[in-house]
């Protein structure tokens, strides 16, 4: 069995207006030196194979298919092989 | 001839009821409704992605619905030239879908926004404006996420085949950064697909239609629907 973690990220191009009401608040707590606050999601899953290249596959598919949206969204994913 | 709207029903549509209260009880039109889970579209003439939270709105506006047994039949009835309105998050669900192109961000204000609007009729050429005389409408919008992106091509595209159907404007019909409520991109409120029987928009037109509610520009675009959408399929 795998574990997969998956980052999905806004484009760097494209504007986060939640992030940046986050930062207000940053600001408002004192902390200056606080930059391009950017919210993404992370989302865990584990994978029921033993074949990492199969594990691999499923997770990339899924994040194109459903957990990110291709048109504005990028992701990254980790997995690792647990017991 | 009636035509027959099919009204779908995700779990967490809230405005389902109001579509097929506006087509069925004040313009008359034949109306069903459609469970997300069911493959049958029920002869009907007309499909309505009602408004509302589907699925919760989790992960993604209309990301979860997009994938339900009915959004198959859906695309299916789409690519065969079936008429298709999806009405804020109904035209979530369709950009997820990849029948119209593009996709929503939150309000530029973080805010949910529930007001009247008025939207300019850009192109009156579509079987969804085709009877409209006027070329403002003052419909309500009601969502937390209506702000349309596209990369610059898509949106140089959209422009160019005349594509934007509805534009935030103000009540004369002016194009500008104070009658845009979300920040979408041109003023973007609603969109057609290059086949022109795909149409997504973020303003309620269910909402506008009863006259007890003082507002019926909304059935216009329901009338203008009816009146053309025989006529589309000879």
Request: glycine content about 8%; some cysteine; overall charge neutral.
């Amino acid at each position: 069995m795998f574990k997969a973690v998956v980052i999905v990220k806004r484009r760097p191009t494209i504007l986060d207006p939640q992030g940046k009401a986050v930062e207000q608040g940053a600001k408002l707590l004192g902390f200056n030196n606080v930059k391009n606050t950017r919210i993404g999601k992370y989302i865990e899953f584990y994978v029921d194979t033993d074949d990492r290249e199969m594990a691999e596959k499923e997770v990339r598919e899924y994040s194109e298919k459903l957990l990110s949206n291709p048109i504005m969204e990028d992701f990254e994913y980790t997995i690792e092989e647990v017991k | 001839m009636k035509p027959k709207f099919g009204v779908v029903v995700f779990p967490g549509a809230n405005c389902d009821h109001d579509a097929y209260y506006a087509t069925k009880k004040i313009l008359g039109y034949d109306a069903e409704f459609i469970w997300h889970k069911e493959r049958d579209l029920k002869n009907s003439d007309v499909i309505i992605l009602p408004g509302g939270f589907s699925y919760g709105d989790y992960l993604r506006t209309g990301a979860i619905a997009r994938f339900s047994p009915v959004m198959e039949e859906v695309i299916k009835f789409a690519n065969n030239g079936g008429i298709v309105i999806g009405i804020c998050n109904g035209f979530q669900i369709l950009l997820e879908a990849g029948l119209l192109p593009g996709a929503m961000q939150k309000n530029q204000s973080l805010k949910f926004i529930c007001k009247d609007v008025y939207i300019k009729v850009e192109n009156k050429e579509t079987i969804f404006t085709k009877s409209i005389k006027q070329n403002v409408l003052k419909i309500p919008i009601a969502h937390g996420e209506g702000n349309y992106y596209a990369d610059e091509e898509t949106i140089k595209e959209l422009e160019e085949n005349k594509q934007v159907v509805f534009r935030y404007s103000t009540a004369d019909g002016k194009v500008n950064n104070e009658s845009n409520p979300n920040g979408s991109i041109n003023n973007i409120a609603g969109i057609i697909n290059k086949n022109g029987n795909v149409l997504g928009m973020m303003p309620h037109p269910e909402r506008a239609c009863d006259p007890l509610l003082k507002r019926t520009d909304g059935a216009l675009i329901f009338k203008s629907i009816a009146e053309n959408v025989f006529i589309n399929q000879k």
